[in-house]
T-cell receptor, first 114, second 113 residues
Framework: NAGVMQNPRHLVRRRGQEARLRCSPM?????VYWYRQLPEEGLKFMVY????????ESGMPKERFSAEFPKEGPSILRIQQVVRGDSAAYFC????????????FGPGTRLTVL | DAKTTQPPSMDCAEGRAANLPCNHS???????VYWYRQIHSQGPQYIIH???NNETNEMASLIITEDRKSSTLILPHATLRDTAVYYC??????????????FGSGTQLTVLP
């Protein structure tokens, strides 16, 4: 997992606030996946991005969630007006090449909504 | 992607081989078998993958049956640090197929001292 950075590692928000989660890929990786892991559950795919493009957002909730991966800087997963059900661990994974290669996961951001 | 079935939990004595089974009876010809593991509270870690031949790397060996309907991940000398949830994932690698990983429930491997 060395090289994929996520911050913050822990984030506490009150209901109604916004949460911004950042993922910095490994050097040379231009593809980012975001996954969510609810307590006691497996990881679920949310969104797949390449630089400046959303390729697949089929796993994203229809409202309040958005993601971007700008030309410069980290990928950002944004959750607006958080609710208690958003409390989870959010992991990003980055890939080089076509996107089918081995995915390297970051350490995750643990979001707690009070 | 084909579904996989894994036992929910297994124990293994430290220093012994850990053999983790996975059934994927509906696997298609273009689908690979991947193994990842997740040590408590950490991000998943890639272990190994294969199509039909057995594979070995510094972490583990992957044995795939001839009919490809099941596979076994082997950790040859398990240590306490191998305690984790192990995920068997079947995934196509071809243009047009989904690129994300689909995680099931996995097998909780506990290595006992």
């Amino acid at each position: 997992n060395a090289g994929v950075m996520q911050n913050p590692r822990h984030l506490v928000r009150r209901r109604g606030q916004e949460a911004r989660l950042r993922c910095s890929p490994m050097k040379g990786h231009s593809h980012v996946y975001w996954y969510r892991q609810l307590p006691e559950e497996g990881l679920k795919f949310m969104v797949y991005l390449q630089k400046e493009n959303i390729i697949d957002e089929s796993g994203m909730p229809k409202e309040r969630f958005s993601a971007e991966f700008p030309k410069e800087g980290p990928s950002i997963l944004r959750i607006q007006q958080v609710v208690r059900g958003d409390s989870a661990a959010y992991f990003c994974a980055t890939v080089t090449g076509t996107g089918y290669n081995e995915q390297f996961f970051g350490p995750g951001t643990r979001l707690t909504v009070l | 992607d084909a579904k996989t079935t894994q036992p929910p939990s297994m124990d293994c004595a430290e220093g012994r081989a850990a053999n983790l089974p996975c059934n994927h009876s509906t696997i298609s010809g273009n689908e690979y078998v991947y193994w990842y593991r997740q040590i408590h509270s950490q991000g998943p870690q890639y272990i190994i993958h294969g199509l039909k031949n057995n594979e070995t790397n510094e972490m583990a060996s992957l044995i795939i049956t001839e009919d490809r309907k099941s596979s076994t991940l082997i950790l040859p000398h398990a240590t306490l640090r191998d305690t984790a949830v192990y995920y068997c994932i079947v995934r196509a690698i071809s243009s047009g197929s989904a690129r994300q990983l689909t995680f099931g429930s996995g097998t909780q491997l506990t290595v006992l001292p």
